[in-house]
T-cell receptor
């Protein structure tokens, strides 16, 4: 099993604040994905990063893949209540994705 | 229209009974997966399929079997349900293994009493 550790596990912030969540592993992945999951629903893909050092932006969300392709970060600028959810990172293995345990984000209006 | 649906959404069953969960897709994707999600463990792969009648085990396959007789349907069977199999089960599909862009269903919440 290729372990992905996410930190922090829980994060509660005020609307308008910035935040960063992390995804770390001792394994190298060919690609890494970020998902957001809302209560009662399945995860929804946000982004896939493939190249070491790659940075992708999705509106107020910035995703970075580590140079060694073992870690990734998600930065949210000016968080909104709609950003509330469980954020999951997932690394690509030979036949499937390995998921981290997630960061549960709450944005307080 | 959802490209992937799971049924049932909720189920309560008794220990020792067989249970089958269904995943149906309309995307004609080749790859289908069954995961379970538990607090503290995240999403763990149970079984996956890379084509009709082609399936393989994931990391937590004990006590589960799968079948895929048609591209659009992937069934997960708990042969004799146990309380440790109480969980939320998610099906996912992917058209291209290399891109690994998964689309998930809305999940089935299973309680074994």
């Amino acid at each position: 099993t290729q372990l992905l550790e996410q930190s922090p596990q829980f994060l509660s912030i005020q609307e308008g604040e910035n935040l960063t969540v992390y995804c770390n592993s001792s394994s190298v992945f060919s690609s890494l994905q970020w998902y957001r999951q809302e209560p009662g629903e399945g995860p929804v893909l946000l982004v896939t990063v493939v190249t070491g050092g790659e940075v992708k932006k999705l509106k107020r969300l910035t995703f970075q893949f580590g140079d060694a392709r073992k870690d990734s970060s998600l930065h949210i600028t000016a968080a909104q209540p709609g950003d509330t959810g469980l954020y999951l990172c997932a690394g690509a293995g030979a036949n499937n994705l390995f998921f981290g345990t997630g960061t549960r984000l709450t944005v307080i209006p | 229209d959802a490209g992937i649906t799971q049924s049932p959404r909720h189920k309560v069953t008794e220990t020792g009974t067989p249970v089958t969960l269904r995943c149906h897709q309309t995307e004609n994707h080749r790859y289908m997966y069954w995961y379970r999600q538990d607090p503290g463990h995240g999403l763990r792969l149970i079984h996956y399929s890379y084509g009709v009648k082609d399936t393989d085990k994931g990391e937590v396959s004990d006590g589960y079997s799968v079948s895929r007789s048609k591209t659009e349907d992937f069934l997960l069977t708990l042969e004799s349900a146990t309380s440790s199999q109480t969980s939320v089960y998610f099906c996912a599909i992917s058209g291209d293994r290399d891109s690994y862009g998964y689309t998930f269903g809305s999940g089935t919440r299973l309680t074994v009493v």
